[in-house]
Structures are given as C-alpha cells and as structure tokens.
C-alpha cells in the first residue's frame, strides 16, 4: 500500500501568526520562496531517493523475488506499522504543530527582552524533549519486548498463506528486527524537535544514512546470514538514521523525567487521539493486504512492494517535499480570520503537486517496464519477475495522482488542529479497500493484481472525499488557478508521453544489452520526454513553470554571487 516518504528537508518561511486585524498582505508565502523550500524539501528527499534506488537494486539482486523475500517485505512492515502508531502519526498531526509553539523564533533578538524570551522559550523547548524521550523510550521498549514474545503470532498474521517453513523464517525475521523500533521511535521524536527549530537539514541526511546502513548490512552479511541479512540491516539503518540526528541537539540539556501529567504530554495526545483510530485501521488494512498477497504467489508482496516503491519516488520528491514546505505557514494562519491568505497558500502547494506528479505518472506509465529492469533485473532478479513488478506498477499509477493531491489536503486539515475529519475519511477509505480487495483478487480471479487495484480505488477515494471536505470547510478553490494548472499538466503530458515512447519504440532494438545500455535507453527517453513536457509547459505560459523558473534561476544567481 503506498505511502507518504520519509526524510523532508525545508528551510524557515519566515512568517508569523495571524492575529486579528492584521492585514492579510504578506502573510502567505511568496510563490519563490515556496518553490525553493519545496526545491530543498526535494534535495533531501534524492539524495535519499538515490540511496533508496540503489539499496533496492542491491537487494533484487542479491534475492531477487521468492517466498522468503515475500516473508522480509511483509515482516519489514512491523516497525513501520508501530512507529507510525506510536510517533511517525503525531508528527504533523500533533508533535510538529505543538513543539513548534514552544520554538523560539527563528530570526535573531532585536533586544534584550526578546533575548531573555527566546532564552526561556528554549529552555521550555528542551525540558518538553526531555518529557517525550523518557516517555517515548520507556513505551518503546515495552512494545518491543512484547513483539519478541508474540513473534509467531505476527508471522501467521502476516502471511498466514505460506507453508511452515515460510512462516518459521517470517518468525526469525520478526524477532530480529522488532528492536528497531526503539531507535525509530527515538529518532521520530528528534525530527519533531528540529522540525520545531525549522532545522531540517538534520533529518535529511538521516534517510540517506538508513539506506546506506542496509546496503552495507546485505554486502557484509547476505552470504552467511542470507535473507536475515535484511532484518538486521534495517536496525543498522535506524542506527545510522538516528546517529546522524544527535549533532543537531548541541547545547541541549537533556534530563530522566517521566512526566505523564506534563501539559505537552496531555495536548500532544489530545491532538493525537482521533488519528490513533485512522491509523489502527490502515494497519489493519496493510496486515490483510500482506495477508491475502501470500495466499496468490509467494513472490507477490514482494512485487508488489517493488512496483510501491517506485511510486513512492514521486510522492516522496513531489507531494510529501512541497506539502510540508507549506505546512508550517498553514500551521501558523486562523483559517477563519485569513482565509484567502491560507487558500491561496494552499493552492500554490496543489498547483505545484499537479504540474509535477501528473507527467510523472504519464513517465511511469510509458517508461515503467525499463526502468524495472534497469533498477532491479540483476542478479537474482528475474525477466518473469520484473514483468510481475510491471503489472503491478500499471495498476498502481491509477492511485498517484489521487495520493498526490491528498498528502496537502490531510496537512491543510491538520494546520489548523483538525485531526478527526481525516480519520474519518481513512476509515471510509480503508472499508472501501476490504470490499473491493477480496472481491477482485479470489471472486473475479485477478489474484494479487485485485489487490493492487483495490489499493488504487482506496486511494482515489480517500482524496476525492477530502476534496470534498475541503470544499465544504473552506470553500471553493475556484479562481485559484487549480483546474487551469491540472488542464495544462494533462495537455503538456502529451508530448511527454508521445515522445518517450516514440524513442523507446525506435531505441529498443539498437541499444546495446547489459546494464549501460539500460541506462541509455531509460535516460535519452526520459530525457525526451521531460524536455518535451517542459517545452509545452513554456508553449501553454504555464505559471507554475515560471515560478519553479524563477526559483532555480534565482538560486544559482545567489550561489554564483
């Protein structure tokens, strides 16, 4: 099942609250300075993404796809499902905007009582990430000791489809990387308090450093351990993800302070109480997601979690950089005393999502089969199993548009403290995807594929219904430029697509075999297209071409200077 990315990388805006009376000009960021700190989001999110290609390609080849790596990628979920139930939902939901209130400001003290303030305000900041990591720490570790108890139980869970001997590697894999999750826990609560400070370059250089702690585990130790290489891999990874993060808390006093009734503890969870249902239920989704895949083919969850992977390029560069680019200034405006301010920030963050993930998936569609090979068919990896991959890319590509889009309209909800109405649209979502699922995959026959498919109509539902929401809550986006930038996205992706498949159809059967040759052949298409989209884009006037235009340019002026 799809999924927001981790590891976003954006600087400060530089805007303040909203109070009443105050004039609206200049509140909501400018169109430049929102590009660029989605642009930075974005740097953050490749240098992950780059790292992320390559531990997959590792991993494919020294693998390739069968019931055992089946078993890795269904258990692999266990600590995402906890840490996201634990701390991964507070983040944006709760921890984020409430730490961001006991932040002191960004912009340096003009006087000596703003110095005094800013000092108390950081004192206030530190005693509150004292509270969290003693509370944090101590439920981490009783969850964990529980899941090495129950690790037979989650493996029938999970893939209770497999034979025995399947389930009894599922069991070891289970056991060996549960303890992950008291690093990942730890290492969530630290982003919520550089995200606070707006530091953000920290978590950033976390992602790329947990890929890397799984590449370098599979090369040392695939040949003696074989796939329990991997579970031990993804604790290497939360390691180095967390260790990266500890240069950021220099000058921070941290203490043992196991404060239930703290007043950041209580808001915290107030906050966090409704989202706690939304993402029990979509757990409950994946496990029988994972859960039905093992009764089609063994090597289903893994082609599957293949073909999710590189959704989630996208949406991890796209929708999840520019979302929380825009977050923090919607986190900071009423709604009700700046409602033009906070539309037409949150339009320009939905323009931008759309003018970028539409030809993106318009890429994938054409291009998806050689980019599969090129990225996994190695080693291990198999023809018969990119193409399984492929079927499954196809059917997801339906969903990234609609998965896109949803990640802004959750955050617009949740700045302005409304984490209810989110969940309950998951919910709905998550019931559609249990109706749907079985009756495609067993009833009609499509196997795995069903499921996909129904993952897709769960993620069309799911941000058709927000948008809905939307509507009703803060009114029309009409006249912000909404559909004009999805009409000229759809319009400019037509070259895209005529162009890269063009050249793929003339490339195919004169680019040499062997992996240089895959190269060649995904890059000269998929550099066609993205100059063909981005000369359309300049045809149409496209505005959201010059404000990315004005953004680059911008920034290379400034480094040159």
């Given at each position: 099942m799809p999924g927001p990315c981790r590891a976003p990388f954006f600087d400060r805006e530089g805007t303040q609250p909203v109070s009443e009376g105050q004039p609206l000009e200049g509140i909501a960021p400018s169109a430049g300075r929102l590009v660029r700190a989605a642009g930075i989001n974005s740097l953050g999110n490749v240098a992950s993404r780059v790292m992320g290609l390559l531990r997959e390609a590792v991993i494919a080849a020294t693998f390739g796809a069968s019931g055992a790596t089946s078993a890795f990628d269904a258990v692999s979920g266990v600590p995402k499902m906890v840490y996201e139930l634990l701390v991964g939902g507070m983040l944006s939901a709760a921890l984020v905007p409430v730490l961001s209130e006991y932040a002191p400001p960004a912009d340096p003290p003009a006087t000596p009582e703003e110095e005094t303030a800013r000092t108390r305000k950081r004192a206030e900041l530190n005693e509150v990430?004292?509270?969290?990591?003693?509370?944090?720490?101590?439920?981490?570790?009783?969850?964990?000791?529980?899941?090495?108890?129950?690790?037979?139980?989650?493996?029938?869970?999970?893939?209770?489809?497999?034979?025995?001997?399947?389930?009894?590697?599922?069991?070891?894999?289970?056991?060996?990387?549960?303890?992950?999750?008291?690093i990942y826990g730890l290492s969530g609560l630290l982003q919520a308090y550089?995200?606070?400070?707006?530091?953000?370059?920290?978590?950033?250089?976390?992602?790329?450093?947990?890929?890397?702690?799984?590449?370098?585990?599979?090369?040392?130790?695939?040949r003696r351990l074989d796939v329990a290489s991997l579970?031990?891999?993804?604790?290497?990874?939360?390691?180095?993800?967390?260790?990266?993060?500890?240069?950021?808390?220099?000058?921070?006093?941290?203490?043992?302070?196991?404060?239930?009734?703290?007043?950041v503890v209580r808001r915290v969870l107030g906050l966090y109480a409704p989202v706690v249902l939304s993402i029990v239920i979509q757990n409950i989704g994946i496990v029988i997601d994972r859960n039905l895949a093992s009764r089609t083919v063994n090597e289903a969850i893994t082609w599957m979690a293949k073909a999710t992977f590189l959704i989630q390029l996208p949406l991890g560069l796209v929708s999840m950089a520019i979302s929380l680019a825009v977050l923090p200034t919607l986190s900071q405006m009423d709604a009700r005393e700046a409602l033009e301010a906070f539309k037409r920030t949150f339009s320009r963050g939905l323009r931008?999502?759309?003018?970028?993930?539409?030809?993106?998936?318009?890429?994938?569609?054409?291009?998806?089969?050689?980019?599969?090979?090129?990225?996994?068919?190695?080693?291990?990896?198999?023809?018969?199993?990119?193409?399984?991959?492929?079927?499954?890319?196809?059917?997801?590509?339906?969903?990234?548009?609609?998965?896109?889009?949803?990640?802004?309209?959750?955050?617009?909800?949740?700045?302005?403290?409304?984490?209810?109405?989110?969940?309950?649209?998951?919910?709905?979502?998550?019931?559609?995807?249990?109706?749907?699922g079985p009756t495609l995959a067993f009833a009609l026959g499509w196997g795995y594929l069903g499921l996909v498919m129904a993952n897709s109509a769960q993620l069309a539902a799911h941000a058709l219904i927000m948008l809905v929401l939307f509507r009703r809550r803060f009114g029309s986006l009409r006249g912000y430029g909404v559909l004009r930038?999805?009409?000229?996205?759809?319009?400019?992706?037509?070259?895209?697509?005529?162009?890269?498949?063009?050249?793929?159809?003339?490339?195919?059967?004169?680019?040499?075999?062997?992996?240089?040759?895959?190269?060649?052949?995904?890059?000269?298409?998929?550099?066609?297209?993205?100059?063909?989209?981005?000369?359309?884009?300049?045809?149409?006037?496209?505005?959201?071409?010059?404000?990315?235009?004005?953004?680059?340019?911008?920034?290379?002026?400034?480094?040159?200077?």
């Open positions: 990430l004292s509270v969290l990591l003693s509370l944090g720490g101590l439920i981490f570790l009783l969850v964990t000791a529980i899941l090495e108890l129950g690790a037979p139980w989650i493996a029938t869970i999970l893939v209770g489809g497999f034979d025995r001997a399947l389930l009894a590697t599922a069991t070891l894999l289970v056991r060996l990387i549960v303890p992950s999750i008291i550089h995200y606070a400070n707006q530091h953000f370059v920290y978590p950033a250089m976390g992602a790329p450093a947990h890929n890397l702690g799984v590449i370098i585990a599979v090369v040392l130790l695939a579970s031990i891999g993804i604790v290497v990874a939360a390691l180095t993800q967390f260790l990266v993060q500890l240069p950021g808390l220099r000058g921070v006093r941290l203490a043992w302070r196991l404060d239930w009734r703290h007043p931008l999502v759309l003018v970028l993930i539409i030809p993106a998936a318009v890429g994938l569609a054409v291009l998806g089969r050689p980019i599969i090979a090129l990225i996994f068919e190695h080693g291990a990896f198999t023809p018969a199993d990119s193409l399984g991959t492929w079927r499954a890319l196809r059917l997801y590509l339906i969903g990234l548009p609609f998965a896109a889009i949803d990640l802004p309209l959750i955050f617009a909800f949740y700045a302005q403290k409304d984490t209810l109405t989110p969940v309950i649209v998951g919910i709905i979502a998550v019931v559609i995807y249990l109706i749907v930038a999805t009409g000229q996205a759809l319009l400019g992706s037509l070259p895209l697509a005529a162009i890269s498949w063009g050249a793929l159809r003339a490339l195919e059967p004169i680019v040499p075999g062997g992996f240089a040759g895959e190269v060649l052949l995904v890059g000269l298409c998929g550099g066609a297209g993205a100059l063909g989209y981005v000369l359309a884009m300049r045809a149409l006037h496209m505005e959201e071409w010059e404000m990315l235009q004005r953004a680059l340019t911008g920034r290379w002026r400034r480094k040159v200077a």
